[in-house]
C-alpha cells in the first residue's frame, strides 16, 4: 500500500508545523501519534 506509505513523512511534517505554531498540540498530537500507529500495529495486518 504506497498511500500509507507515503502518508508517514506527510503526517510528520504537518504534526510538526502545528507544534510549532501551537505548542500546546504536542501533547494531542504525539497521543493521537501514538493511537494511531498503535492500531495499524493491531489490525494493518489484517488489510492485506
Partial sequence: MPMLTSAGPLVSLI???LI???PRLL?????IYLIVIGLLGLFG????
Fill in 45 to 48: 495486518s489484517h488489510l492485506h
Fill in 27 to 31: 501533547n494531542y498530537i504525539v497521543a
Fill in 15 to 17: 504534526a510538526g508545523i
Fill in 20 to 22: 510549532l505554531v501551537v
